[in-house]
């Protein structure tokens, strides 16, 4: 039961931190964020049915998805943690990825007010 529970949440959190990450590489478009946030569930050629902003959102999507599918140092990473977590080394390449371009996100979208120093105070713990 808990190792189900543990497996939810860190889908929960990895889900999170793709979306953050997406939407940082968006830039400021609206219709790109939009079409970047859906990339994952618009298959196929379907994004052509979709405004000219939104379809280059999705088509960004996948881009992204297969720049760090393809990198050198991302697979040198999984085959380093393939003998410890099999199958998994790729999850755990993501989620590793995920939580420091997550990190990376927060610094720039917060300015150093106080506010934000309790922000990376408490996270730092």
């Known amino acids: 039961m808990i ?3 543990i497996c939810i949440a860190t889908n929960k959190v990895y889900t999170i931190m793709n979306y953050l990450a997406h939407l940082y590489l968006s830039g400021e478009s609206d219709e790109i964020k939009l079409g970047n946030f859906i990339g994952d569930y618009v298959k196929g050629n379907k994004h052509q049915k979709f405004p000219d902003q939104v379809a280059f959102g999705i088509k960004l999507h996948r881009r992204i998805d297969s720049f760090t599918d393809h990198h050198p140092d991302v697979n ?9 977590y099999g199958r998994y080394s790729g999850v755990v390449v993501d989620i590793f990825f995920f939580k420091t371009s997550t ?5 720039k979208l917060f300015d150093a007010s106080s506010s934000s120093k309790a922000i990376f105070t408490f996270s730092d713990s």
């Open 3 to 5: 190792v189900g529970e």
């Open 103 to 107: 990190c990376i996100v927060l610094v």
């Open 76 to 84: 040198e990473c999984k085959q380093i943690l393939t003998s410890g």
